[in-house]
């Protein structure tokens, strides 16, 4: 690999900065690519940008699973609706969340049950609460804001593929400092111990919690929320939503749909999904722990995806909605509701092969990391993590860059399992923070998917509140290296001052724009 230092960050960059501004995903994304070709090759570069296009898919296992999960999930979804299972579960909640309060918090608890991987979590969340949502006139961007910044942050503190995958990093960044074996403590044991220091992950899950029962916005999220209260529109009238199974499937017919339709389905996802983790991590002698960690969640998200398929072919078949040629052109109609999202992915991927090859994550975490003291090193951790993975679309190549540089470094600067654990943490933090902010992140991608967001819309909402749980986690870090108080002091101070500013900012805001900071749907939700 060459290396091109600052010219690194041009592609990324470029494509992050037209995206936001023109509000055009995929051209952007293409031209960031584009450019990367032309500075790798010194040429036109067309050649090099389709080669990394097309190896976005070909030479990776992992992004096709995930495209294969996408459209076994948009066949799904699909069926759910030609069966009636989304009316169904819209009749049920419009009879018990009858307030955007309730709304919100079933969606944002949900999310935090979900914590086993953040794709399923995405497409559960989003398509279980979808319907009630626009029903009682909250913005797609704030149910956009209500999963992504649950999905993702909740993936990371419990046993997930996130886990699974950070363990294999830590692994690698003790191989890398002058440890013995038998002086390097157990993957698992760093990350239990990581936990309360992953502060943006918690501190972001409490905001949408805040943020959800106080009824308060503010950036472009009030704007948003005061559109909708006041117009009906729960997105833009320019917006382009990432998915619309009703405008794209058309009404169902169904004279007497049922909530089995709907929950029968996502049961099994769940159900499977989760026993083929554990059953691809099975050796024999192995403990739960171990099955959990070493499981193919992707090959197991698949499984699940798949199984969802046939219960609702099976539901289909057994309340007589639909014939078998029915179902497969359900299927077929299924794949295009995923074909906007599997594009943003792949060209989100191409970009990401772009600043591999140019070295773009190696050149930030190497000027980051020359000139650093233990009691500033977590907060540029979470920073520099958190560009790398804005820069690059991806969490999990943020942490593989990352995670193997800072364990030295923070060994070599403290020369304690603690301030290892901490940057474990901060990691971790910085690559969700990273991910939250950035239009080319694939949880972002697929939160604006299944909530039927415009993405750049969802991006520039979230934005603001990404930034306020990240300003205040570096803080709270810095005095942390600097008196070692206790992480879950911390932490609840972390928590008064997140309600403090959502209040402060909202009212501020309000006031500037002449509205109420608490977003009322001014004419009744009940048809």
């Known amino acids: 690999m060459s290396d091109f230092g600052a010219l690194s960050l041009v592609p990324p960059l470029l494509a992050i900065l037209l995206a936001i501004v023109t509000r055009k995903a995929v051209l952007s994304l293409f031209l960031g690519v584009w450019v990367g070709g032309v500075i790798y090759t010194g040429g036109l570069g067309v050649g090099q940008t389709f080669t990394w296009i097309a190896s976005a898919l070909g030479d990776s296992v992992f992004h096709a699973q995930v495209v294969i999960f996408l459209l076994l999930l948009g066949s799904a979804v699909a069926m759910i609706w030609r069966i009636g299972g989304s009316y169904a579960v ?62 993702a942050p909740v993936s990371t503190l419990g046993i997930s593929s996130w886990v699974a995958y950070q363990l294999t990093m830590i692994e690698e960044g003790y191989a890398a400092t002058d440890l013995a074996a038998s002086e390097i403590p157990d993957a698992f044991e760093v990350f239990l111990q990581s936990i309360p220091f ?3 992950a918690i501190l972001a899950i409490v905001m ?7 009824g308060r916005d503010y950036g472009e999220m009030l704007g948003a929320e005061h559109r909708a209260a006041t117009t009906g529109l729960v997105s833009r009238e320019e917006a382009r939503p990432m998915q619309d199974v009703a405008a794209e499937l058309g009404e169902p017919d169904v004279t007497n749909p049922r909530l089995r339709s709907f929950f029968l389905p996502i049961a099994v996802l769940i159900v499977v999904t989760l026993g083929s983790g554990l059953y691809t991590g099975y050796q024999p002698g ?20 798949f199984a969802m398929v046939v219960s609702t072919y099976l539901l289909a078949w057994f309340d007589g909605h639909l014939t078998l040629s029915e179902s497969v052109d359900a299927t077929i109609d299924g794949f295009s509701l995923m074909l906007t999202a599997v594009t943003i992915l792949v060209l989100a991927w191409s970009i990401g092969n772009v600043a591999n090859d140019l070295g773009t994550g190696t050149y930030v975490a190497g000027i980051a990391t ?35 540089i800072v364990i030295p470094v923070a060994w070599e600067l403290a020369g304690t399992h603690t301030m290892v654990a901490v940057v474990v943490g901060m990691v971790f933090s910085g690559a969700i923070f990273g991910d939250h902010t950035s239009p080319i992140s694939d949880t972002t991608v697929l939160s604006a998917t299944f909530t039927g967001a415009d993405l750049i819309d969802h991006v520039r909402t979230q934005l603001y509140y990404a930034i306020t749980v990240a300003v205040v986690t570096a803080s709270l870090m810095v005095v942390w290296g600097v008196t070692r108080i206790s992480p879950l002091v911390l932490l609840v101070v972390g928590v008064v001052v997140l309600t403090g500013l959502v209040y402060a900012l909202s009212a501020l805001d309000a006031r500037r724009r002449s509205i109420d900071p608490v977003q009322t749907p001014a004419e009744s939700t009940d048809d």
């Open 90 to 151: 819209r009749d049920w909640t419009m009879d018990h969340l009858d307030s955007q309060r309730k709304a919100g918090v079933v969606a944002w608890l949900l999310g935090i049950a979900m914590f086993f991987d953040d794709y399923a979590n995405t497409a559960i969340v989003g398509s279980s609460v979808k319907d009630v949502s626009d029903r009682l006139k909250i913005s797609r961007e704030k149910l956009s804001y209500i999963v992504d910044s649950t999905a």
């Open 198 to 200: 992953n502060m943006y």
């Open 208 to 214: 949408v919690g805040i943020v959800v029962l106080s």
């Open 286 to 305: 192995a403990t739960l722990q171990e099955m959990f960690t070493g499981g193919d969640y992707a090959m197991a998200l698949i499984f699940g995806s």
């Open 370 to 404: 020359q000139t650093l003291s233990p009691a500033v090193l977590p907060a540029v951790v979470l920073f520099v993590t958190g560009f790398v993975a804005f820069s690059m679309g991806s969490a999990w190549a943020a942490m593989s860059i990352m995670t193997p």
